[in-house]
């Protein structure tokens, strides 16, 4: 079965600085990868995707994630935070292996507070 | 752009009562879908609909769950009998084809069961 790990409950950056955050995940065949944001009384918002070629992908926002096999990781990172990033942000992984189903399977979620 | 909308925002019912949540997939949308999130939660897969049938669900998606496309534009989620652990966020979302991958989701509603 698939599962999604964000190990961070929250990430606190400052304005201006890197950000990083984490996620992790199990699939049984090739993963299709992906990041969602929510925004208070909003819908999740999609950020970017992994699906096959480069392993640095860039997305919405100046944000990038960069999908490594060996680790089985999918961290989103954007090189300099603005306060308006501030939200929950979702992985999410969808497993293509025979059977699987098209359904994504997310994370707990992880709350990204820039602070100025 | 377009959104995928989801009304009401929020729902209040009594346990045991009959709710209907509403979505309208974006139009040229195929795939559609309810994930659920409870409170504190991860945001959990129920169903997906397609060709005017369910082609996957969970273990969550019991008797007590339906989903509809009553017509060209609306994608319904029936609860027949609602218990209290049905107390959730409800997200719809929808898919263009078979070759696109991004499932593009609701703002949500709130189901609050008392």
């Known amino acids: 079965a698939q599962s999604v790990a964000q190990p961070e409950d929250q990430v606190n950056v400052a304005e201006g600085n890197p950000l990083t955050v984490k996620c992790t995940y199990s699939v049984s065949g090739n993963p299709y990868l992906f990041w969602y944001v929510q925004y208070p009384n909003r819908g999740l918002q999609f950020l970017l995707k992994?699906?096959?070629?480069?392993?640095l992908v860039k997305g919405s926002y100046g944000f990038e994630a960069e999908f490594n096999k060996s680790q089985t990781s999918f961290h989103l990172k954007k090189p300099s935070a603005l306060v308006s990033d501030s939200a929950l942000y979702f992985c999410?992984?969808?497993?293509?292996?025979?059977?699987?189903?098209?359904?994504?399977?997310f994370g707990g979620g992880t709350r990204l507070m820039v602070k100025p | 752009e377009p959104e995928v909308t989801q009304t009401p925002s929020h729902q209040v019912t009594q346990m045991g009562q009959e709710v209907i949540l509403r979505c309208v997939p974006i139009?040229?949308?195929?795939?559609f879908y309810w994930y659920r999130q409870i409170l504190g939660q991860k945001v959990e897969f129920l169903v997906s609909?397609?060709?005017?049938?369910?082609?996957?669900k969970s273990e969550i998606f019991d008797d007590q769950f339906s989903v509809e496309r009553p017509d060209g534009s609306n994608f319904t989620l029936k609860i027949r009998s609602t218990k209290l652990e049905d107390s959730a966020m409800y997200f719809c979302a929808s898919r263009r084809d078979a070759g696109a991958n991004i499932q593009y989701f609701g703002a949500g509603t709130r189901l609050s069961v008392l």
């Open positions: 992994y699906i096959t070629g480069d392993n």
């Open positions: 999410a992984v969808r497993d293509t292996s025979n059977n699987a189903g098209n359904m994504l399977t």
């Open positions: 609909f397609y060709n005017n049938e369910i082609s996957e």
């Open positions: 139009s040229n949308h195929l795939y």
